[in-house]
């Protein structure tokens, strides 16, 4: 089963909005940062956007900068992806992950920096 849970998936026309939701799905854990990929069909998995949980450093994609927002509520546990002005090519399956540890051995944007996942939620942008 999937450490954490995403919400808010779904169609969407061009230039629409929608906001994702990220949760643990049981007891909670601390975590030094989360993150957003996403997998179109047949494609590898990508970096979106990340954010650490203290200090609130946020990074994206040049894909998504001043069209997506990361931010996180340690009252609820929970990060939160804003999506504006969507585009087709943002249709995609879209996870949540959360490195536990804080290494540093790779960078926020390597998807090697996570240990818990979400199971995924589809976006669907159209024309």
């Known amino acids: 089963q999937a450490q954490l849970v995403e919400s808010g998936g779904g169609l969407v026309q061009a230039g629409g909005s929608l906001r994702l939701s990220c949760a643990p799905s049981?007891?909670?854990?601390?975590?030094?940062?989360w993150a957003w990929f996403r997998q179109e069909s047949g494609k590898e998995r990508e970096f979106v956007a990340a954010?650490?949980?203290?200090?609130?450093?946020?990074d994206y994609a040049d894909s998504v900068k001043g069209r997506f927002t990361i931010s996180r509520d340690p009252a609820k546990d929970t990060v939160t992806l804003q999506m504006n002005n969507l585009k087709p090519e943002d249709t995609a399956v879209y996870y949540c992950?959360?490195?536990?540890?804080?290494?540093?051995?790779?960078?926020?944007?390597?998807?090697?920096?996570?240990?818990?996942w979400g199971q995924g939620t589809q976006v669907l942008v159209s024309s």
């Open positions: 954010i650490t949980w203290r200090a609130g450093n946020k």
């Open positions: 049981g007891r909670p854990f601390g975590t030094y940062a």
């Open positions: 992950a959360a490195d536990p540890y804080g290494r540093r051995t790779y960078s926020l944007r390597d998807v090697r920096s996570y240990e818990y």
